[in-house]
């Protein structure tokens, strides 16, 4: 079993909808969660942060981490073409080391 | 920009060769990471270093070695390429040696084909 799973997708919504992204985790000693954005072409870039179960927003972005069940999820209201990107979640492993497991990745394509 | 720098951006070599990927982390920052991103296996930690030293080791094939210099830059060398060796390659650096509470910030990698 990985440490981290998500679905790949992709999945395609129209302009406007709400996006839900979601990861599970096998580790219930994980304690920060992360969100990333990835463009093609180009570095994953650090979208959201977490570290206590519960929501936390940021714009249209809103994380949430429920440690009880091991799942966070990503939820993106009123999406946009430009969006459109691989989102990565990404999980802070034990130990005194700063790296983090990825997910696969889930490709969004937003339509206008 | 995240303030990352990697160089090249792309690197086309043929098996058996020797190449080396080269990051500066953002200013201030004491540690960097190597990731490998591909298709079926997503991004992979390969290696840490933190002020020079290493600090953690991923699924870094032998072939492999990096390293960290004074000024903080650091060096990605993949020896005897195969074509399985064909991936992105990204660095990414944070301010302090371990600690979650501190996001990575990735440069924008190098895309390494091998043929």
């Known amino acids: 079993q990985k440490e981290v799973e998500q679905d790949p997708g992709p999945l395609s919504v129209p302009e406007g909808a709400i996006v839900s992204l979601n990861c599970t985790y096998s580790?219930?000693?994980?304690?920060?969660f992360m969100w990333y954005r990835q463009y093609s072409r180009k570095g994953p870039e650090l979208l959201m942060y977490?570290?206590?179960?519960g929501n936390k927003e940021d714009g249209r972005f809103t994380a949430q981490v429920d440690k009880s069940s091991k799942y966070i999820s990503l939820f993106i209201r009123d999406s946009q073409p430009s969006d459109s990107a691989t989102y990565l979640c990404?999980?802070?492993?034990?130990?005194?080391?700063?790296?983090?497991?990825f997910g696969q990745g889930t490709t969004l394509q937003v339509k206008p | 920009d995240s303030g990352v720098t990697q160089t090249p951006k792309h690197l086309i070599t043929a098996t058996g060769q020797r190449v080396t990927l080269r990051c500066s982390p953002r200013?201030?920052?004491?540690?960097v990471y190597w990731y490998q991103q591909s298709l079926d296996q997503g991004l992979q930690f390969l290696i840490q270093?933190?002020?020079?030293?290493?600090?953690a080791k991923g699924n870094i094939l032998e072939r492999f070695s990096a390293q960290q210099f004074p000024d903080l830059h650091s060096e990605l060398n993949l020896s005897s390429l195969e074509l399985g060796d064909s991936a992105l390659y990204f660095c990414?650096?944070?301010?302090?040696?371990?600690?979650?509470?501190?996001?990575?910030?990735f440069g924008n990698g190098t895309r390494l084909t091998v043929t």
């Open positions: 977490t570290y206590s179960s």
């Open positions: 580790n219930s000693a994980f304690q920060y």
């Open positions: 270093y933190y002020n020079g030293e290493e600090r």
């Open positions: 990414a650096s944070s301010p302090i040696r371990g600690a979650g509470n501190s996001p990575l910030h």
């Open positions: 990404a999980i802070h492993g034990s130990g005194n080391t700063g790296k983090l497991i």
């Open positions: 200013s201030g920052d004491l540690s």
